[in-house]
């Protein structure tokens, strides 16, 4: 690594810099140099302790880069309290160190249990990717000021030059953030037509559905079949994750899970614990990367005698409503999808009544039913208990708009999706 010379007291910036690179290390990687230089961005490095002297000037700053080893507690705070402050006059942040667990809102794309937008040392991050961190934060930065480019007092001149390349500069970058964006709102809309567009409503059973993706697309995916004159399955499934690679997981599960096999001109209905039996073997099989697995609880129900077998695999409980009775949890055992080949799978039965309802829901929607105590086991909330006696449709109204409405600390978000149904 070459030397890099340091930005001192004196040397505030004078005019709109791309990069400011915050340092203890008293160096700069030489390929960081390179990249910026073919680039064409302008920078400034500058020491850590240092940075107190600039905290006026941060209009003048487009992303920072910050390079630090060996901290201490008090250190990672001081370094949390900079980040906070550079991302409260919405300059992106990119970490070139471990990952710190700590209480800062990132504009990053960082995943949101992490405050920082990048993991590992640069031996762990390739220059591609940290060019594309260095874009985004520059574009972000353009479009949440409106103009990035606030110089104090430079030449009329100098300030026309700079404004014509940063604005060529960032109109690239600006029109990839764009693409992206209209390429995950697609994305989205191909994944909900991949849900029913129809629910079997006939005169015993009325259904409900809720489908909240955290995101343009989920890592949820439900589906209600009328397999037969006599059968419906139903189930809902949750990919661990979010984003496009948990997405990709629910259409495969959707294709993987199968209810029922034709042979010739006959046909059988799988049970419920085949149903999770077969979808796990294919999962599988698939020795999927990144360790992805999912859960799942699936039912059948016969509407002629009403009858409900069910299965699970790692899902939330299914939760059966009688009325003038409080909820219950139809508790029964089932390993995750995905993890062991041959794991097996039980079933259970329950006879359904008339006002009866039943409740499938991913673990997104958990706190808004309840939460499970130590002592007294799982305890649903007041907000559950004043919605469950009304008709299934309006019931699922009152939930849409306690998802809506309720204030969730954004590190909590997930996606939210329920398939209900009202025995008539």
Not at 44 to 67: E, N
Not at 332 to 344: A, D, H, M, P, Y
């Amino acid at each position: 690594m070459e030397k890099a010379e340091l930005l001192t007291a004196i040397e505030l910036p004078a005019r709109f810099t791309d990069v400011l690179y915050l340092t203890n290390q008293g160096n700069i990687p030489s390929e960081i140099k390179r990249l910026l230089k073919q680039n064409k961005l302008t920078s400034k490095t500058l020491p850590i302790d240092k940075f107190s002297q600039i905290r006026d000037r941060l209009d003048l700053i487009g992303t920072v880069i910050i390079d630090t080893e060996e901290l201490d507690k008090s250190q990672q705070q001081k370094l949390a309290r900079i980040i906070e402050s550079l991302e409260m006059e919405n300059v992106g942040v990119i970490l070139l160190t471990h990952r710190v667990e700590l209480p800062v809102k990132s504009f990053s794309l960082a995943p949101a249990k992490s405050s920082f937008s990048m993991a590992g040392t640069l031996e762990s991050v390739s220059i591609d990717e940290l060019w594309t961190r260095v874009s985004v934060n520059l574009a972000y930065r353009k479009k949440s000021s409106g103009l990035a480019v606030k110089p104090a007092l430079p030449p009329r001149q100098v300030q026309g030059i700079y404004k014509n390349k940063l604005a060529q500069q960032l109109s690239m970058t600006g029109a990839m953030v764009d693409n992206l964006a209209e390429q995950l709102r697609l994305a989205g809309l191909v994944q909900q037509d991949f849900l029913p567009t129809q629910l079997p409503n006939i005169d015993e059973v009325r259904w409900a559905t809720l489908f909240l993706p955290a995101e343009w697309v989920s890592g949820d995916i439900y589906n209600i079949v009328r397999i037969d004159e006599q059968h419906i399955g139903f189930y809902v499934a949750d990919v661990v994750g979010h984003g496009i690679p948990a997405a990709l997981l629910t259409i495969f599960v959707k294709q993987a899970l199968v209810m029922r096999e034709t042979i010739e001109s006959n046909y059988r209905i799988f049970s419920p614990a085949e149903v999770m039996k077969n979808l796990n073997a294919r999962m599988a099989a698939q020795k999927l990367s990144g360790y992805q697995f999912a859960t799942c609880c699936y039912c059948l129900l016969n509407i002629k005698t009403l009858q409900l077998t069910y299965a699970r695999a790692g899902h939330p409980y299914p939760v059966l409503i009688r009325p003038q009775e409080q909820p219950r949890q139809l508790e029964i055992r089932g390993s995750l999808l995905g993890v062991f080949k041959n794991s097996e799978y039980i079933q259970e039965t329950v006879q359904l009544e008339p006002g009866d309802k039943l409740l499938l829901y991913s673990d997104g929607i958990e706190n808004f039913i309840g939460n499970f105590d130590e002592v007294t086991g799982f305890r649903f909330s007041e907000e559950f208990c004043d919605i469950k006696d009304l008709p299934i449709p309006e019931m699922f109204g009152k939930l849409n708009s306690l998802a809506q409405s309720k204030k969730i600390n954004p590190s909590e978000v997930d996606d939210i999706t329920a398939v209900g149904l009202e025995i008539l």
